[in-house]
């Protein structure tokens, strides 16, 4: 989904809002967290997820055009941690799509030595 996408179901979902006033919103929202990010904090939203910065190490890289090598300086990225209730909800929306196409069944126990993981990417 992009940015532009979220704004377009948010307005759909809320017809009281204005469309200029969501996209409003969502851009502070964005905005706001960017922010938050860049001052070294970290952003928690209960239920869906967290954000937080990674220190990437100094490293020597390579031109892909030339071969060249390069040194590639320290950073920090964004990392973001999905929530418990994030990955429940997707899990089960993944089981029940894989249900309706015959892909996964109620039986829990898998042929010996493949897990759940396993039969999702082989049947699903």
């Known amino acids: 989904m992009t940015k532009s996408e979220l704004i377009a179901l948010l307005a759909s979902r809320y017809p009281q809002l204005a469309a200029r006033d969501t996209d409003i919103a969502v851009k502070t929202v964005l905005d706001a967290m960017t922010q938050a990010l860049a001052n070294g904090q970290r952003i928690e939203i209960r239920g869906f997820?967290?954000?937080?910065?990674?220190?990437?190490?100094?490293?020597?890289?390579?031109?892909?055009?030339?071969?060249?090598?390069?040194?590639?300086?320290?950073?920090?990225?964004?990392?973001?941690?999905?929530?418990?209730?994030?990955?429940?909800?997707?899990?089960?929306?993944?089981?029940?799509?894989?249900?309706?196409?015959?892909?996964?069944?109620?039986?829990?126990?898998?042929?010996e030595g493949e897990s759940r993981f396993d039969a999702r990417i082989m049947h699903g």
């Open 49 to 111: 997820g967290s954000f937080s910065l990674s220190m990437r190490s100094p490293r020597i890289g390579r031109n892909p055009k030339s071969g060249e090598k390069v040194m590639v300086p320290a950073k920090q990225v964004p990392h973001f941690k999905a929530g418990k209730e994030l990955r429940e909800r997707v899990d089960a929306a993944f089981d029940a799509q894989a249900k309706a196409e015959g892909g996964l069944s109620d039986d829990p126990s898998y042929p």
